[in-house]
């Protein structure tokens, strides 16, 4: 009796495990279809990667990594959703992006970036070491990167003498460039960032250049110049010229560079509110400037005490040429790279090769992909018919 009873229990329970195992398998490939999982590997394959090329992490080994994903493990928090440290088994530390929600966009945006990264192999891009697709939202895992967005070490210091030297200042945008320029015209496709900014330039533990966030990046096919795309981009960094055609080129990532390379030079942020009118867009600002004849009055005090007056010059007529507003009279990323690194090996000061050690801990892990603050209103899709944002452009375009 007691032993038909103990065997009852045990088929009972075998039955439970079965189904609920099944049930589970389900559930997973529910999500890993629902996260775009089957479109992933058609789009891998037909831009010539796989699914090797970049690991397939388990739902339950990232929620190890993060400890259920506990509050003390998050880096940082956007408009995309948050991003957690992980510890995996093997001992290496990741960061793991997790989307807010399960929407068709976020899906488009998480293989794009998934089909992106595996055609880079760049030692100053952010490395993808997988994906996890059995959640209700994907996940996207990365190399950590520990210190923060250049945006984030360009304004906190403002006003004040910090690590961003002259000599530091040209080497961050020497390997920037090195990194977009492997992206036009070195990748095996290649590809456009189409969001270039200095939140998506990252500073790992040696404060190398990281170039990050691909979700709107494009493939542009061999024997294409341009694609027409839907606008997106952020306000401020946004080449005029894209957002007034949807024409995308890799000129339009050549402008946003030079918005890049003002803030760096200016320590100003690209669209300010609280400046003065026809100070509100920094390019703009920037291009008037240098016209007035007043360049040195705009620089960052720092830069001016540091850089001999030739090499401010010669930076400042690249970087016009840069947000040049007609696309063809700009410069390629391959001419922009040459440029800055022929500067850089112009700096013979002898802080040229210091290292800033003492500055490690000035900012913490938590900056990591930080929230957009009001200067940087982080990427938005704009549609040129949209007249309000029309406006916006056209003023920001447009000096009275």
Not at 303 to 309: I, K, Q, T
Request: glycine share 6%.
């Amino acid at each position: 009796m007691s032993f038909g009873f103990l065997f009852l229990v045990i088929v009972m329970s075998w039955i439970y495990f079965i189904t609920k195992k099944r049930k589970l398998m389900k559930k997973r490939e529910k999500f890993f279809e629902q996260n775009g999982g089957i479109l992933m590997t058609q789009q891998l394959s037909l831009n010539g990667g796989t699914m090797e090329s970049s690991k397939l992490f388990s739902a339950q080994e990232l929620k190890a990594a993060t400890n259920n994903y506990r509050e003390d493990c998050i880096l940082g928090k956007g408009g995309y959703g948050t991003v957690y440290k992980g510890l995996l088994k093997d001992g290496r530390e990741v960061a793991i992006k997790k989307s807010k929600v399960a929407d068709q966009t976020q899906v488009e945006q998480f293989i794009n970036e998934v089909v992106i990264l595996t055609q880079i192999n760049h030692r100053n891009v952010v490395k993808l070491l997988g994906c996890c697709l059995e959640t209700e939202v994907p996940l996207l895992v990365y190399e950590v990167i520990s210190n923060g967005t250049l945006f984030e070490h360009i304004h906190r210091y403002k006003g004040m003498t910090s690590w961003l030297t002259w000599a530091n200042c040209i080497r961050l945008a020497a390997e920037a460039a090195d990194a977009l320029m492997y992206l036009h015209s070195a990748a095996s496709i290649p590809i456009i960032h189409r969001d270039v900014k200095s939140t998506n330039i990252l500073l790992d533990d040696n404060y190398t250049t990281k170039i990050s966030d691909f979700g709107a990046s494009r493939l542009v096919p061999m024997d294409q110049t341009q694609v027409t795309t839907l606008v997106q981009g952020t306000l401020g960094y946004l080449d005029p010229q894209y957002f007034h055609t949807s024409q995308l080129t890799e000129k339009s990532d050549v402008y946003s560079f030079g918005v890049v390379l003002v803030e760096l030079l200016t320590k100003e942020k690209p669209l300010c509110s609280e400046r003065k009118m026809e100070e509100r867009n920094l390019a703009t600002y920037f291009i008037v400037s240098m016209k007035e004849d007043r360049l040195m009055e705009i620089l960052d005090p720092q830069l001016v005490r540091e850089a001999s007056e030739e090499q401010l010059v010669t930076m400042a007529k690249l970087v016009k040429k840069c947000l040049n507003i007609k696309g063809e009279d700009r410069p390629s990323m391959k001419e922009v790279a040459l440029e800055l690194e022929g500067l850089k090996k112009q700096n013979k000061h002898p802080w040229a090769e210091q290292k800033y050690e003492e500055t490690t801990g000035l900012i913490g892990q938590h900056d990591l992909y930080p929230v957009p603050s009001n200067g940087d209103p982080g990427s938005k899709e704009l549609s040129r018919h949209n007249p309000t944002q029309m406006d916006i452009v056209t003023e920001m375009n447009n000096p009275r």
